[in-house]
Nanobody, 112 residues
Framework: QVQLVESGGGLVQAGGALRLSCAVSGIIFRPYAMGWYRQAPGKQRELVATISSSGQTNYADFGSGRFTISRDNAKNTVYLQMNSLKPEDTAVYYC??????WGQGTQVTVSS
């Protein structure tokens, strides 16, 4: 049973920050690349950031310089630190891996 449980979302004002967490269970975590994705109302799900098993990271243009993805293999957890949040960052944020496994998502709402 693979489980991914996101947490840390909430309501913040523009310019604020949130740290999202994704706790993973049911797999040997360390070998997998992990990703954060988001889906805003009326839009397709899009990639936010990825991190490889060795810690190499990639970011969507909108997140570069504002978002940081990290992982703690000892805790089977992946994080997304989001700073300088903008209203257009409002979305449900999901963590996932392997192109097939996803969490339930956590809502991020940024007010103007």
């Amino acid at each position: 049973q693979v489980q991914l449980v996101e947490s840390g979302g909430g309501l913040v004002q523009a310019g604020g920050a949130l740290r999202l967490s994704c706790a993973v269970s049911g797999i040997i975590f360390r070998p997998y690349a992990m990703g954060w994705y988001r889906q805003a109302p009326g839009k397709q799900r899009e990639l936010v950031a990825t991190i490889s098993s060795s810690g190499q990271t990639n970011y969507a243009d909108f997140g570069s310089g504002r978002f940081t993805i990290s992982r703690d293999n000892a805790k089977n957890t992946v994080y997304l630190q989001m700073n300088s949040l903008k209203p257009e960052d409002t979305a449900v944020y999901y963590c996932g891996f392997g192109g097939a496994f996803w969490g339930q998502g956590t809502q991020v709402t940024v007010s103007s």
